[in-house]
């Protein structure tokens, strides 16, 4: 294992910026992409059998996020854990930080299900005034949090693997997931074959469905000899100790995720109040972003161990080289995304649904939020970096003034002293001002880690 260290170590210190980054982000970008898509492609479906439905999902989506958080938190603290304690040799912690995250899979998953069980339908009435969009809405939220314990469990799971060094297989289970649930939405929605007709429930039984038989994949995965540790429970205990670190990394992460639940609640909140239909539009926007800017996020998990590692070694060209290159990238990335929201924001909308209400109220509202998006991309690198040397609390605030407190108020603003249509503008005046406090930030700080220097 001390080989497989100095070799890695090596390589992050000697090979190529543009090799290594290419590398180790092809596995990120492709799981983030694949994400992105199932999650346009779960909403196309939907879209397709009522604008309703499509208001409903978009609706709760805010609600699954917060499973996504926690889920995705909890599994990043885990990954770091536990390649920590292997590093230092101790398997005997790296085992039980594994046993301690499974067991909060299913203590997550059963408050979860209880919380989704009794509170589905005020948590859809708080956000939709309409009743049958809010009845779609507490249908799915219902399914979805009962059935919880689906989405927790392969998350973690994946991420203890990859804490073993294991990228591959949890990629593969990743694709296997989203390709499954993407085959059970027609059937399960439109009622293909012997299949009822189930429509919005249809899509939240088809995600949970998936992510129960890619968990099976992931039994099997995690009790394999060869991995460095099995998770079987001989000589488990408590430790206090294992919950705080993991946390530790943890936390950040799940505060980042739960950011992005409040904007989109903010917003829907705040659209849906004039007219719901919008909700809807909102909805489109962040799934079709998403397939922008979850691989610019697979990108940034490469560029976080190259700056991180040479930033530790004092290497400050590596460190400029690595962030210029990624940060070309990303802008690339956003602004292939910009344009595509800007030429064909009809043709986006009509992947979804070809309701004449629904896109004359989401073209202008396409293209207006996306205005600045190659911005959110050098945001995101910037945001990264930060991450990479430490300083998480940067892009903690950035986030928190980006997605939360320059946007809602924004938002609400132009849309009690203006229109629905002048409330979108209130996305790319956000996106403008944190790029703009993140790169004034980041230079201020760059001088203190002495990073202006050629010195190597």
């Given amino acids: 294992m001390g080989n497989n260290q100095t070799k890695g170590a090596h390589r992050l210190g000697k090979e190529s910026i543009g090799k290594l980054l290419w590398s180790l982000s092809v596995p990120g970008v492709v799981g983030m992409a694949t994400q992105a898509l199932y999650n346009i492609v779960d909403s196309i479906f939907v879209g397709r059998y009522s604008s309703e439905g499509l208001t409903a999902v978009s609706a709760a989506f805010p609600m699954q996020m917060i499973i996504i958080a926690i889920a995705v938190g909890t599994g990043i603290g885990a990954t770091s854990l536990i390649s920590r304690y292997l590093g230092q040799g101790n398997k005997q912690d790296a085992k039980l930080a594994a046993e301690h995250t499974l067991i909060l899979c299913f203590v997550y998953g059963a408050l979860t299900a209880l919380l989704g069980f009794f509170l589905a339908k005020p948590m859809a009435h708080f956000f939709v005034d309409d009743p049958g969009i809010a009845s779609q809405a507490a249908d799915y939220l219902r399914i979805i949090f009962v059935g919880s314990i689906g989405l927790y469990f392969p998350v973690c799971s994946n991420n203890i693997l990859r804490g073993q060094g294991n990228t591959f297989y949890p990629m593969l289970v990743l694709l296997l997931g989203a390709g499954l649930n993407i085959l059970f939405d027609p059937f399960l929605i439109f009622g293909l074959g012997p299949f009822p007709t189930l429509g919005v429930k249809g899509a939240a039984y088809a995600t949970i469905l998936a992510k129960i038989i890619s968990g099976l994949f992931l039994v099997y995965l995690l009790f394999q000899r060869e991995n ?212 004034l930030w980041i230079a201020v700080s760059a001088r203190k880690w002495n990073l202006s220097s050629e010195r190597n």
């Fill in 228 to 439: 460095d540790i099995i998770p079987d429970f001989r000589g488990y205990h408590f430790s206090p100790r294992i919950l705080w670190e993991l946390y530790q990394v943890g936390l950040p992460t799940i505060a980042f995720q739960l950011l992005g639940s409040i904007a989109v609640a903010g917003m829907n909140k705040l659209v849906g109040s004039i007219e719901p239909l919008a909700i809807a539009a909102v909805g489109v926007y962040f799934r079709l972003q998403s397939f922008i800017m979850m691989p610019i996020a697979g990108l940034n998990q490469g560029l976080t161990p190259i700056v991180g590692y040479n930033y530790g070694k004092q290497d400050q060209k590596r460190v400029k080289e690595a962030i210029w290159k990624a940060t070309v990238a990303a802008l690339v990335m956003a602004t292939a995304g910009l344009l595509a929201f800007q030429l064909f924001p009809r043709q986006l909308l009509q992947l979804f649904n070809s309701d004449e209400a629904l896109t004359g109220i989401g073209i202008p509202a396409l293209r207006r939020m996306t205005l600045a998006m190659h911005f959110v991309g050098l945001f995101m690198i910037i945001s990264a970096t930060f991450q990479a040397v430490g300083r998480g609390l940067p892009s903690l605030v950035l986030s928190l003034l980006r997605q939360v407190i320059f946007v809602l108020p924004l938002m609400a603003y132009l849309l009690s002293h203006h229109s629905l249509e002048a409330c979108w503008y209130a996305v790319p005046i956000a996106d403008t001002l944190a790029a703009i406090l993140a790169i």
